[in-house]
């Protein structure tokens, strides 16, 4: 059986320029000879389609695109994600299904059996659980062979909850013991870092001992928050990977599942560099996908907008980026020189604004209510939220996107002012701890010809410069001992007990984390953020405000 | 059986505080001679508690504050809503679980089988379904009676989507079945407008149909954007209401379930005063349990702030709540005459700080950039954002709330300022209609000794004066015509074309629909805001940004 597997990158929403997508190709499947096309979970409405499946238009013209591409697989069988709507019975009768279409005609459809409901997923908020496997016939030449349907978390039947295996069943198994000789997975995978490893040994552990070859095909693209890194796979019946479409990046191939020579294996990126091509593509999506002109980013001088102002020009190009300095009567003269050295190696615009006479001005209007009384956080943030506003401005006037360039260590402890340099569309670095900002900052200095990002900027310990002589470690531990700490109470749900155990005071680990619970109500209102680790703020985490806290 | 209604206001992740609430009514309710006593849903914890449910060891200190309340029921049996935790079978091993609690045990345990996952709901991220009934008997004098344990959802068993029941079975029938005289519900059921009077309908027929009576403690307070009304009800066996406690306040009702003479059956408030008795407890208790000392509001001399203002004294005092004039050089006299006549009125602390000496260095700032180009939104949006900074900084300063004035039907269609009228800890009116902010300051003129909001911001064609002549209507169809195509679009996910067929223009429906598609970034970033519609924005919807839109 030749199989192609169709690695698109899907617009939320856009129904009608996803089924042509979709439609193009399979005509091109059938162009390289293909008895199967496989394209990835909802790939007619884009994942995640979030509340649009709440609206019953939506649904019905997600169906209606759905029989336009079954109309389409003429002498070819395309396995189509889509959502389908189902009169009978009890629940919503709504699935997150996979159809598959030959001739003009639907000739099964699978509906997934596992619906995650963690983390970012919500699917038990939209769907109906499938209630068993679906194993269909493609025709290949003058025989058949017998396919099974299943969507991505199906795969994931072992996924464990604090040791405890979450499914009840192995929809794999079940479709195997149907008579599956091949198992197909069509999914929606968010990107974290290090995820893909475990995706490859799960995956090879259950074929192996199911004794089946794997064609998984994974959307690729970012949607909001949530970056999808494709590298779809073929695996054969003992686990072995055959084949291997890029990881970013839309791909398309052609593979023959049984075996055979000349297939491409494209190589997965190691870690470092994979968070780096993640907020690429996440950048460069959503900009695109919102219809963005270009990009605005505050450089402070500093490491955290160094590498946004890097990561934007990767995605975009130089000439869509703007980088804008601000420099205040705290800053140095050190981080003007800095930002426009940064400026200048990247070779995008640079504006300098000073802030001094806006700044003198607030303060004028605030001096009747301030009085005598002792300079503090407020005075530190009128700073921070007039950039905020200028570099909005700029937004406003010019259609840009502005980049926020907070990293998810201060964003985690509230180092961070809330309508200024918290002002922004997309958080491009906000799941990034900052010891990784510097490893990335490191990254992109040795990949380019010449290093983009001034030493300087990378070895001068940080500071917010909204006071004299301010360094973030007045008031934050090394971020070597932050990351550690701020890890295990985030993305591990750590007990504090045990984050001491790991040698900390416990004066330090309870301060973090009472930092942390007391800054929820500034991530309310951060904006969506790229996310490239386990658990990132955002749709991942979801934590009352007005609430009482462990610390 | 005597029963005790302990309709208390719990803080949500104050374990500790709320267990001592608890037993401090347990031994009220045995000093009124009750047999049980019947706290509302997941009382424990406080509901909702959301991601803290996924830690060990809050999970872990919720069942230890069982234990010691368990302790307490010396010769009375409480039950009891908190997070179980299971070490048997597959799943999470997490449950929305009732304790039936008596002389140091748990007698018995029954968790919750419907678990909502839509709207603000998301039950199955964090529990498992229970797998049956749980009928307990409680012990009367020399005998027993048999009470059956549901929660909250197990009630709403008929629920519909799309015309469709949701659900596959009836937890109260098997609960019956299995023995129950008595149903018990423990409830934390949000407040949105009309919804109590379907509470009671649903619950009678049920009811009347099964032929047992029922008790249901409902949760009262605000929990941020949600607001649980209390109400707290005791129906006979033919679905006869026989006590009720009150609305928006905490409650403590001993009643006979059998009958008997002397039981309050308090009023629960018509529509419009439930909308306004809901807010200020939405207000007073984000402001309580956030800790804050005082409120700030702006005000522009408009008819939201003045609402919001009037919402605010009534929740924490006059005392607490500082008014500040903002005016611009598009302000009309008026505006400024009105909000000082306002403040007046509400007797709170006024302040007027002019904006025009930082509008006019912003501009300056901003020449080389914007050069000769026309004046637009993006200027109208500096004012609002030297506003938001104004207030931000006096919030930071004084540790003070600043309130979001911005009414549903602005934020609906993006008629606000990001970081501008946006700022702010809590929205207090963001899910009320314009007309009803408008209903909602004639009832508020209505009920004191003299009018407190000058009938001249009622009266007044509303503006935002960001720029020479303004008013909202420029760009807007009138509020009346506005709220019906929102009310359809957002609260009912109707299509376009069924609006239209309500007799609205097409290119008007289209319009307004898309800018509520474009706006979606606006609310991502917006605060909590306290819901009292079907449908709000915050947590009950659930957007993509980067997304192509219907319209």
């Not at 709440?54 to 959502?83: M, P």
């Not at 016939?137 to 994931?156: K, S």
């Not at 979450?166 to 000789?181: F, L």
């Not at 905020?388 to 937004?395: C, E, K």
Request: proline residues 5%.
């Amino acid at each position: 059986m030749r199989t192609a597997l169709a690695q698109i990158n899907p617009v939320v929403g856009d129904i009608d320029g996803n089924a042509s997508v979709i439609i193009q190709h399979i005509n091109i499947a059938r162009e390289h000879g293909a008895h199967l096309v496989v394209f990835s979970e909802l790939a007619v409405p884009g994942y995640p389609p979030k509340d649009f499946v709440l609206r019953k238009d939506f649904v019905r013209r997600n169906e209606e695109a759905v029989d336009r591409i079954t109309a389409a697989c003429t002498n070819i069988t395309a396995i189509v994600g889509h959502v389908r709507s189902d009169g009978h019975g009890v629940g919503k009768g709504i699935f997150n299904a996979a159809a598959a279409c030959r001739d003009g005609r639907i000739v099964a459809s699978y509906a997934k059996q596992l619906l995650p409901t963690y983390d970012v997923f919500d699917e038990t908020r939209y769907f109906d659980r499938g209630n068993g496997p679906c194993v269909v016939d493609v025709p290949v030449e003058n025989a058949v062979v017998r396919v099974g349907l299943t969507i991505c978390e199906d795969l994931w039947n072992d996924r464990q909850f604090e040791g405890r295996r979450i499914y009840g069943h192995d929809p794999i198994e079940d479709t195997v013991k149907a008579g599956a000789e091949v198992i197909i997975n069509i999914s929606a995978s968010p990107y974290s870092a290090g995820k893909y490893a475990d995706r490859e040994t799960i995956f090879a552990a259950q074929i192996a001992a199911l004794g089946v070859p794997l064609i998984y095909v994974n959307q690729v693209g970012g949607n909001d928050d949530l970056l999808f890194d494709g590298a779809s796979l073929v695996l054969d019946q003992t686990g072995r990977v055959l084949a291997r479409a890029k990881a970013f990046d839309e791909d398309f191939l052609v593979v023959d599942h049984m075996g055979g020579a000349d297939h491409r294996i494209e190589p997965y990126p190691e870690r470092l560099e994979s968070i780096r091509q993640a907020l690429v593509l996440g950048i460069r999506d959503y900009f695109r996908k919102c219809g963005f002109r270009d990009v605005v980013i505050g450089l402070s001088g500093g490491i955290d907008s160094a590498v946004t102002a890097a990561l934007a020009v990767e995605a975009l190009g130089a000439e869509r980026v703007l980088g804008v300095a601000m420099p205040s009567r705290y800053s140095s003269k050190g981080s003007l020189v800095d930002a426009e050295a940064l400026a200048a190696n990247l070779g995008i615009r640079y504006d300098v604004i000073p802030i001094e006479g806006v700044h003198t001005a607030m303060e004028m209007s605030l001096t009747s209510q301030f009085g005598d009384l002792p300079a503090g956080i407020a005075e530190e943030n009128i700073q921070a939220r007039i950039r905020g506003s200028i570099l909005m401005a700029l937004s406003n006037k010019f259609g840009s996107l502005l980049l926020t360039t907070g990293n998810k260590s201060e964003l985690a402890v509230g180092y961070c002012t809330l309508y200024g340099d918290m002002c922004g569309g997309l958080a491009a670095i906000s799941d990034v701890p900052k010891t990784v900002v510097y490893d990335l900052a490191r990254l992109f200095n040795q990949s380019g010809d010449k290093p983009c990002i001034p030493e300087q900027v990378i070895t001068k310990p940080p500071s917010a410069e909204l006071k004299e002589n301010q360094t973030d470690q007045d008031t934050l531990p090394p971020y070597e001992v932050l990351d550690v700490i701020l890890e295990r109470h985030i993305e591990r749900h750590w007990p504090i007990d045990e984050i001491v155990n790991l040698g900390f005071e416990r004066n330090l680990v309870s301060r973090i984390v009472q930092m942390v619970e007391r800054s929820e109500y500034k991530r309310k209102q951060a904006p969506v953020g790229l996310k490239v680790t386990s658990l990132a703020f955002g749709t991942g985490r979801r934590m009352p405000i007005a609430a009482k806290t462990q610390s």
